[in-house]
């Protein structure tokens, strides 16, 4: 049985090839720039808060697949988990979320629609967005993970390149389904740019190029419930940079400060991702399909 | 159960090699704007940045135009060496790069810089004056 596990991941393995995995720096914030058709990316990324008095320390670790299935549309699942200091680590759900980019040509400002279905306890801290007040960081595990959420998310991401300059917006709206928490709303803002603008000849892993730097700032707005109230909800402010470990891997890095009592002092997340490229069309012909 | 899967592994190995696209026709309905086709490329005068150009190239068009830019005919993809790609301007190879073409599947990239999309350019031209040798990764 191990050794068909272990024939099954070498397969998996041979399908990639070399692709262009340099990826977008941001973390909570979307782009327009659309995972590209037939290839599967996994992320394995982390959040870890560093608490205030009163709340305790955590990490998040969470899985990410993320699928091409046309040059405008984007499939995703995750599943996350958490883990608190002195209390326990819990598997806290499931997300499955689509990007639809309505526009097939490049403007200046690139609308993308997007809808997630979630199924998630009320542990989750992976904060992929932060929208209502935020994540419940003081009470433990075995009280939270009880309260089990059904929701829709929804977003819209505009996104803009302008010269190397990436700018994003994104407004979030949620839906809880399984309690009458009105419409949550969030929200997220992000600038990027690559640190080189022309390709050495070389294959260097550490030169400027490899490199993307920018900023992000995502915060909850309130709800439909308790009103607009974005001083009274979590908010951070985050430099963020991403590398070209390898032509499949990137390695995502951030260090996000809270602005108000209700974040965290700092959030760190670290994220690395790995690209098949061509993996639908070569699952396909496995399964027969016609060249 | 071993033979199978070594089998598997050779056989989906394989399919990365195969094909290429001497038959390719232009899409008629993506054309550039007349005022993207005039952009010059401002590199024309730095040839020597086409090294980095092949290098994108492999990075991220050879998985659907193959290595040597000749296009696999299971993916539609162009081959660029073709006359109908290598006559148009570099300003209209810098549209479509930026803007792809989604109802064929070519994915915009935009996301890269634009100084890197003109190396891009740069690099395609030199399919057409020394042929396939050029792109070898090889060579």
Known sequence: MRANGFQFVLLAFSLAIPCAAQESPFVVTYTHHMEEPGNLEFETSSTVGIPRSGQRFYAAPYMELEYGVTTQWTSELYLESSSVWGDS????????????????REHWINPVLYLE???????SRIQKEIEGGGPDLICSNRELRGEHAHELETKLILSSDFHDWNISENFIATKNLSESEGVEFGYAFGVSRPLARLASGSNCRFCSENFIAGIEMYGGLGSTLDGFTPRGTAHYIAPVVSWAVSDNATLRLSTGFGLTDQSNPV???????????????????LFGAKR | MKVLCTAMLIFVSSLSAAGQNPSYQQDPQWIAPAAASGKPNPLTNKPETAAGGRKL??????ECHGPNGVGMEKKHSADLQLPVVQQQSDGALFWKITNGNASKGMPSFSRLPELQRWQLILFLRTLKATGPAAADPAK
Do not use: H, M
């Open chain 1, 89 to 104: 680590t819990v598997f806290t759900g499931w997300r499955f979320e689509n990007r639809y980019k309505p526009l097939r």
């Open chain 1, 117 to 123: 279905y979630e199924s998630v306890n009320e542990a």
């Open chain 1, 267 to 285: 959030l760190l997340r670290v994220g690395y991702s790995y690209e098949l490229a061509g993996f639908g069309s070569r699952i396909s012909r």
């Open chain 2, 57 to 62: 190239f492999l990075r991220n068009c050879a």
